[in-house]
């Protein structure tokens, strides 16, 4: 299907290359921003079991409680 979206609107249909490059690198900025802030026990593992833990959409309910808070 990727394929044929490519062909259509190629801007619209991302093909993942070098998906885990950037993902590899943003997450040790974020570990090397963590540490100059004083989280020193920060590692990339921290950070990814973080984004794993979120995963969950969040409903409208949700969304309209987080906005009123």
């Known amino acids: 299907m ?3 979206w490519k062909h259509i609107i190629p801007h619209c249909a ?3 290359i070098g998906f885990e490059t950037h993902f590899a ?3 040790n ?3 090397e921003i963590g540490q100059q802030l004083g989280f020193n ?3 990339s ?3 990814i079991e973080c ?3 979120n995963t969950n ?3 409208n309910e949700t969304l309209i409680n987080i906005d009123e808070q």
């Open 2 to 4: 990727r394929a044929v």
């Open 14 to 16: 991302n093909d993942l």
């Open 25 to 27: 690198e943003v997450t």
């Open 29 to 31: 900025n974020i570990v």
């Open 41 to 43: 026990e920060l590692d």
């Open 45 to 47: 593992v921290n950070i």
């Open 51 to 53: 984004i794993k833990s």
């Open 57 to 59: 959409e969040l409903d």
